[in-house]
């Protein structure tokens, strides 16, 4: 997050992380949110995004640790500056994956954003891609919906490699 938010140079994260020694983990990170991010941006929002959050299913602490999010969460009652936080996890579990504990977990004050593959009309774009290539393109575009579930970059990627094969007489990419 230091890098993200562009801090180097600003804040001294060694000194600023030795002179936090004596606390947990967490703290530290709770205490940079909260002393740093909110204090540096004050009048910004402060968005957090955390990537591929399935990855942690196969760490070796319990999930749970995640409640920082749930604390900042909880202190909006306390300390409005705390509404300026967002965060947003990404990735291909469930909420439900991610709890372990309903009371503490942090993934039940989410809002789950439900993603589904391309449909037909929602693919249209790539099918003018294909147009000069094939001498079909709908029908085509069809069958690699049906290969692929319609997943956005698998799909993309498939229309490319037919353009590709297309374009090339021997086949060979």
Same mark, same amino acid.
Request: aromatic share 10%.
């Given at each position: ?28 990170? %709770?205490?940079? #949110?909260?002393?740093?991010?909110? !204090?540096? &941006?004050?009048? +910004?929002?402060?968005?957090? @995004? ?45 909420? %439900?994956?991610? #709890?372990?504990?309903?009371?503490? !977990?942090? &993934?039940?004050? +989410?809002?789950?954003?439900? @993603? ?17 290539v094939i001498a079909n393109p709908q029908a085509v575009l069809k069958e690699i919906l049906v290969w ?16 590709? #094969? ?8």
């Open positions: 997050m230091w890098r993200s938010f562009n801090l180097l140079g600003i804040i001294n994260l060694k000194t600023w992380w030795k002179e936090q020694e004596e606390v947990s983990l967490l703290q530290r990170l %709770s205490q940079f #949110i909260e002393e740093i991010l909110l !204090t540096r &941006f004050a009048e +910004e929002r402060i968005f957090i @995004l955390v990537d591929e959050i399935d990855s942690i299913l196969s760490l070796n602490f319990p999930v749970d640790d995640f409640a920082l999010i749930r604390f900042c969460y909880n202190q909006r009652a306390i300390n409005p500056e705390y509404t300026r936080i967002t965060f947003a996890i990404f990735g291909v579990a469930t909420p %439900s994956d991610l #709890i372990a504990d309903k009371n503490r !977990t942090p &993934f039940n004050i +989410e809002v789950a954003i439900d @993603l589904s593959g391309f449909s037909l009309e929602e693919a249209q774009p790539l099918a003018k891609g294909l147009e000069n692929t579930s319609g997943q956005p970059f698998l799909t993309q990627k498939i229309c490319e490699l037919v353009v590709k #094969i297309a374009g090339n007489p021997t086949g060979v990419i």
